[in-house]
């Protein structure tokens, strides 16, 4: 069965400083992987994703993320976070075959601090 | 609509009583989940339906939970004899497709559920 695993349930970080939030996952095939962002009282709404191509893919505000199939990881960093990151984070997996469902971690709580 | 709706946005009920909550999702959406979020926790997956398939049910937490979905329109999730661990925020979502390529999913801003 496909899971993910995000290590760390809240990171701190002083503004200007870079950040590294991470996901593993596991699963028997391939799939397509996501980064969705909750904003303190809005809803989630998706981050970046990769699909396939390129492994490194970016958001309009400045995050990045990688997928690494060796480490089945597809960690997110941006190398200076504002205020406005301050939010939860949730990767998400989504298997290439047999219904496509999408699985979440349990979330990594970003707080940045002035 | 333009977005994913859900009603009620709150629902306060008691211990016992059965609570029903709607799904309206983006027209044309095949896919459609719900998920459960605990106060400070992640989603936790509950069902999928995906078009006319039979819908992924591996997520309900016990025979309480139930869903429904007529055709690719709206779907109501019923709790029967409501726990106080049943208060959570229930997110609905939509897709294209599922989870497939290109497909993004668009949440609802949800319905929070508290169980007295």
Not at chain 1, 43 to 52: A, E, H, I
Not at chain 1, 80 to 109: N, Q
């Amino acid at each position: 069965a496909q899971s993910v695993t995000q290590l760390d349930s809240q990171v701190p970080v002083f503004e200007e400083a870079p950040v590294e939030l991470r996901c593993n996952y596991s699963s028997s095939v391939s799939v397509y992987l996501f980064w969705y962002v909750q904003y303190p009282n809005q809803g989630l709404q998706l981050l970046l994703k990769y699909l396939s191509g390129s492994t490194l893919v970016e958001s309009i505000n400045g995050f990045e993320a990688e997928f690494n199939k060796s480490q089945t990881s597809f960690h997110l960093r941006k190398p200076s976070v504002h205020i406005s990151d301050t939010a939860e984070y949730f990767c998400a997996v989504t298997l290439s075959t047999g219904g496509f469902k999408t699985i979440f971690g349990a979330g990594t709580r970003l707080f940045v601090k002035a | 609509g333009a977005g994913v709706s859900q009603s009620p946005s709150n629902k306060v009920t008691e211990k016992g009583k059965d609570v029903e909550l709607r799904c309206d999702p983006i027209s044309g959406h095949t896919a459609l989940y719900w998920y459960r979020q605990r106060l400070g926790q992640g989603l936790e997956f509950l069902i999928y339906f995906q078009g006319n398939s039979a819908p992924d049910k591996s997520g309900l937490p016990s025979d309480r939970f139930s869903a429904e979905r007529t055709g690719e329109s709206v779907s109501t999730l019923t709790i029967q004899r409501t726990q106080q661990e049943d208060s959570a925020v229930y997110l609905c979502a939509s897709s294209l497709e599922g989870g497939g390529p290109g497909g993004e999913l668009f949440f609802g801003e949800g319905s929070r559920l508290t169980v007295l």
